[in-house]
């Protein structure tokens, strides 16, 4: 060691960690863009993009309106629409699984007529296999030449007539192009897998890739449209569950509004495809805004993130009796459905999450997950709970991973405990929690764990449960006469 003569400082570690940030509402939503707008389309397949700004996801998938009966062809485009334009909520992560390789269809040498030099093409259209004839098919004309191609507010391709070339600026073209086609994508599409030459993962699988590629924890698992088919909503579950191997998130499902098309069929449709766990949400049925259709989940999810946003941050309160962005609800054909407390009480009862006009507008209903009323323990059985316990446990597991491998030790210990308990603390002050605490308890660490390098700590933790039940007890007192007598 160097002579040492002087003062000198040296540092030890702060006893005190202060908790790392879990997004508590993050949706992570799988479905369909029109990526025909990308610069890339074929780079916009499985691969999730996160997005703070409407134009950022617009840019990065594209978009396509609701067409003239309220239906969005491409689900990521329902949902961009609700989140940011309805909901204004951000971030969220879009992971569209439609391939333009396989999910296509064609048109040959269609005639297109041709107005004021533009000739319109379906949504969908791919720019880079837009071929463009003369109106007897005898003249190819060139691009950049002869035309450039655009992209209509409607996610359409607009042929644009260049002066000065062949293309003629009125009558027809012929026009041949391959266009994308979402009805192609199915349930194995959302479920995905991994590539076993490539290792790639497609579909749900790539719920593990985001907080890698992010440093997000997934809050919520979406895929509007195609959650209604149970396999899917199963692993959505399986998902969610289980996120890199560490954190969990709740899913989103929709009851099918096209089969059950009765309030009272949707506890049926709930239990017969075993949608029961307690990190589920079920929704029935569909809503409208204006024109356009979107799914309860899609809505719901909004609902979720202005709610938590309103309190800093935090999930402790139910979601239920939060507006809507609605006018009304729907089935899927659009016929709207009219419930009232009792038929929405009901569907609250069988831990279906509905929407209903009352006091205060359309609003979101209910607080139970889709595991009640089998499962009745507050933990499972109410959303805002569940999800208080979620992120609990999510922002415990990213403020102490810079902890492993540090020696076992009381100070170790005790830095774990006197973090988590001042954290906790400040949570109840506030009113997010009732109460918690973090103990070491000596019967949950064995010696041979402690010698193994295990270490476990008790935490107890109470988020209010919603009041979903306020009784005035009204009684006509008759001693209140003896006023008539002065």
């Given at each position: 060691?160097?002579?040492r003569?002087?003062v000198?400082?040296s540092?030890?570690?702060?006893?005190?960690?202060?908790?790392?940030?879990?997004?508590a509402?993050?949706?992570?939503v799988?479905?369909?863009?029109?990526?025909?707008?990308?610069?890339?389309?074929?780079?916009?397949?499985?691969?999730?993009?996160?997005?703070?700004t409407?134009?950022?996801?617009?840019?990065a998938l594209g978009f396509a309106?609701?067409d003239?009966?309220?239906?969005?062809?491409?689900?990521?485009?329902e949902?961009?629409?609700?989140?940011?334009?309805?909901?204004?909520?951000?971030?969220?992560?879009?992971?569209?699984?439609?391939?333009?390789?396989?999910?296509?269809?064609?048109?040959?040498?269609?005639?297109?007529?041709?107005?004021?030099?533009?000739?319109?093409?379906?949504?969908?259209?791919?720019?880079?296999?837009?071929?463009?004839?003369?109106?007897d098919?005898?003249?190819?004309?060139?691009?950049?030449?002869?035309?450039?191609?655009?992209?209509?507010?409607?996610?359409?391709?607009i042929?644009?007539?260049?002066?000065?070339?062949?293309?003629?600026t009125?009558?027809?073209v012929?026009?041949?192009?391959?266009?994308?086609?979402?009805?192609?994508?199915d349930?194995?599409?959302i479920?995905?897998?991994?590539?076993?030459?490539?290792?790639?993962a497609?579909?749900?699988?790539?719920?593990?890739e985001?907080?890698?590629?992010?440093?997000?924890?997934?809050a919520?698992?979406?895929?509007?449209?195609?959650?209604k088919?149970p396999?899917?909503a199963?692993?959505?579950?399986?998902?969610?569950?289980?996120?890199?191997a560490h954190?969990?998130?709740?899913?989103?499902?929709?009851?099918?509004?096209?089969?059950?098309?009765?309030?009272?069929?949707a506890?049926?449709?709930?239990?017969?495809?075993?949608?029961?766990?307690?990190?589920?949400?079920v929704c029935?049925?569909?809503?409208?805004?204006?024109?356009?259709?979107?799914h309860?989940?899609?809505?719901?999810?909004?609902?979720?993130?202005?709610?938590?946003?309103?309190?800093?941050?935090?999930?402790?309160?139910s979601?239920?009796?939060?507006?809507?962005?609605?006018?009304?609800?729907?089935?899927?054909?659009?016929?709207?459905?009219f419930l009232?407390?009792?038929?929405?009480?009901?569907?609250?009862?069988?831990g279906i999450?509905t929407?209903?006009n009352?006091i205060?507008g359309?609003?979101?209903?209910?607080?139970?997950?889709?595991?009640y009323p089998?499962?009745?323990?507050?933990?499972?059985?109410?959303?805002?709970?569940?999800?208080?316990?979620?992120?609990?446990?999510n922002?415990?597991?990213?403020?102490f991973?810079?902890?492993?491998?540090n020696?076992?030790?009381?100070?170790?210990?005790?830095t774990?405990i006197?973090?988590s308990?001042?954290?906790?603390?400040?949570?109840?002050?506030?009113?997010?929690l009732?109460?918690?605490?973090?103990?070491?308890?000596?019967?949950?660490n064995?010696i041979?764990?402690?010698?193994?390098g295990i270490?476990?700590?008790?935490?107890?933790?109470t988020?209010?449960?919603?009041?979903?039940?306020i009784?005035?007890?009204?009684?006509y007192?008759?001693?209140?006469?003896?006023?008539?007598?002065?």
């Amino acid at each position: 060691m160097a002579y040492r003569h002087g003062v000198f400082v040296s540092e030890v570690p702060t006893s005190i960690v202060p908790p790392v940030q879990s997004e508590a509402s993050l949706p992570v939503v799988f479905g369909t863009a029109p990526i025909n707008m990308a610069e890339d389309p074929s780079a916009m397949v499985n691969r999730p993009v996160l997005a703070f700004t409407y134009a950022e996801a617009v840019e990065a998938l594209g978009f396509a309106p609701a067409d003239s009966n309220g239906d969005f062809a491409f689900t990521l485009s329902e949902f961009m629409r609700s989140q940011f334009a309805l909901f204004a909520a951000a971030p969220v992560v879009l992971v569209n699984v439609l391939d333009p390789s396989t999910h296509k269809g064609s048109e040959a040498d269609q005639s297109i007529p041709v107005v004021d030099g533009r000739a319109t093409l379906r949504v969908g259209a791919l720019k880079a296999s837009v071929v463009v004839k003369s109106s007897d098919g005898s003249t190819e004309y060139t691009e950049g030449d002869d035309y450039e191609l655009t992209f209509s507010a409607e996610g359409g391709v607009i042929v644009n007539a260049i002066d000065g070339g062949q293309m003629p600026t009125s009558g027809n073209v012929q026009v041949s192009y391959d266009y994308l086609d979402p009805s192609l994508v199915d349930a194995n599409d959302i479920i995905g897998g991994i590539d076993p030459n490539t290792g790639k993962a497609t579909g749900l699988e790539l719920l593990n890739e985001v907080f890698p590629r992010f440093r997000m924890v997934p809050a919520q698992v979406l895929a509007p449209g195609f959650s209604k088919d149970p396999t899917v909503a199963a692993v959505m579950n399986a998902k969610a569950l289980n996120i890199n191997a560490h954190f969990r998130a709740i899913s989103l499902v929709d009851i099918p509004t096209d089969e059950d098309t009765k309030y009272s069929d949707a506890p049926a449709w709930k239990n017969d495809n075993n949608i029961v766990d307690p990190q589920q949400v079920v929704c029935w049925p569909m809503v409208k805004f204006g024109d356009e259709k979107h799914h309860l989940s899609t809505q719901l999810a909004g609902v979720i993130c202005r709610t938590d946003a309103a309190h800093d941050g935090v999930p402790y309160k139910s979601p239920s009796n939060e507006n809507l962005q609605a006018q009304g609800t729907i089935l899927e054909d659009g016929t709207e459905i009219f419930l009232g407390p009792d038929s929405a009480g009901y569907l609250n009862g069988e831990g279906i999450v509905t929407g209903f006009n009352f006091i205060g507008g359309w609003m979101a209903w209910g607080n139970r997950t889709a595991a009640y009323p089998g499962n009745s323990d507050p933990k499972d059985a109410f959303i805002p709970v569940r999800r208080m316990m979620n992120w609990i446990g999510n922002t415990l597991i990213l403020t102490f991973w810079q902890k492993v491998d540090n020696p076992t030790d009381r100070r170790q210990i005790d830095t774990v405990i006197d973090s988590s308990n001042l954290w906790l603390n400040g949570l109840a002050s506030r009113g997010y929690l009732l109460g918690g605490r973090v103990e070491f308890l000596e019967e949950e660490n064995p010696i041979t764990d402690l010698m193994d390098g295990i270490s476990r700590f008790h935490v107890y933790a109470t988020p209010p449960s919603p009041n979903r039940e306020i009784d005035f007890i009204l009684e006509y007192d008759p001693s209140y006469l003896a006023g008539l007598f002065g």
